[in-house]
């Protein structure tokens, strides 16, 4: 257990909604990241937050939109949700900035129909 | 060009024996990071080493060392004693940028490694 935890662990949705993921990053831990992981795809990271603060942005879409809350949990929105969106969507948190470990949650396996 | 080349989508080592996953990573970044993580068949991402690149010396967590040549741009990972349980997924990872430019994160395709009894 990486004390990580992310909600829901499911989730089935048909294509046009909106959803959101939720994530509580390890306690102390100021930084959490965003990844996406697909079949075609592969792993992609789609976004950090630190303490609050968007810090760094990679393949997120513009349908797709993170925050952190003050009190450092994260939620990452997903929405016109298309077919090709369906994938595993993980959290990792760390200490800082990235410079060293993240540790993943256990993911949300997002399925659009 | 890919950030993270990963060419060995499967490999099969027997039991207590030691095994290389090969990376190779592209980076014109004097500062950057490198990762290896393992995904079981149940799907979470488990952290497994850290190599930074100014540190000058391999990084080693029990089994696990890493084997970095920063001139051929090499972060290749060995599992010594190879056990049952280390059959999994293993993605090497890669960041770079910093502060100033934020942070950028990138994964290999994997390889597959399956221990065989």
């Known amino acids: 257990d990486s004390g990580v935890t992310q909600t829901p662990k499911h989730l089935i949705t048909a294509t046009g909604q909106r959803v959101t993921l939720r994530c509580s990053p390890r306690?102390?831990?100021?930084?959490v990241y965003w990844y996406q992981q697909s079949l075609d795809q592969g792993l992609q990271f789609l976004i950090q937050y630190y303490n609050g603060e968007e810090r760094a942005k990679g393949n997120i879409l513009e349908r797709f939109s993170a925050q952190q809350f003050p009190d450092l949990h994260s939620e990452l929105n997903l929405s016109s949700l298309e077919l090709g969106d369906s994938a595993l969507y993980f959290c990792?948190?760390?200490?800082?900035?990235?410079?060293?470990?993240?540790?993943f949650g256990p993911g949300t396996r997002l399925t659009v129909t | 060009a890919q950030k993270i080349t990963q060419t060995q989508p499967g490999m099969f080592v027997q039991e207590k024996e030691a095994v290389t996953l090969d990376c190779t990573y592209d980076?014109?970044?004097?500062?950057?990071?490198l990762f290896w993580y393992k995904q079981p068949s149940s799907g979470e991402m488990i952290f497994l080493i850290y190599?930074?690149?100014?540190?000058?010396q391999n990084a080693t967590e029990g089994r696990y060392s890493l084997n970095f040549q920063k001139a051929r741009k090499s972060a290749n990972l060995v599992i010594s004693a190879s056990q049952l349980g280390d059959s999994a997924m293993y993605f090497c990872a890669m960041r770079e940028g910093g502060a100033s430019t934020g942070n950028q994160f990138y994964f290999g395709t994997g390889t597959s490694l399956t221990v065989i009894p």
């Open positions: 980076t014109s970044d004097q500062s950057y990071g």
């Open positions: 990792a948190s760390s200490v800082a900035g990235g410079k060293r470990e993240q540790y």
């Open positions: 190599q930074g690149s100014y540190d000058e």
């Open positions: 306690s102390g831990d100021l930084s």
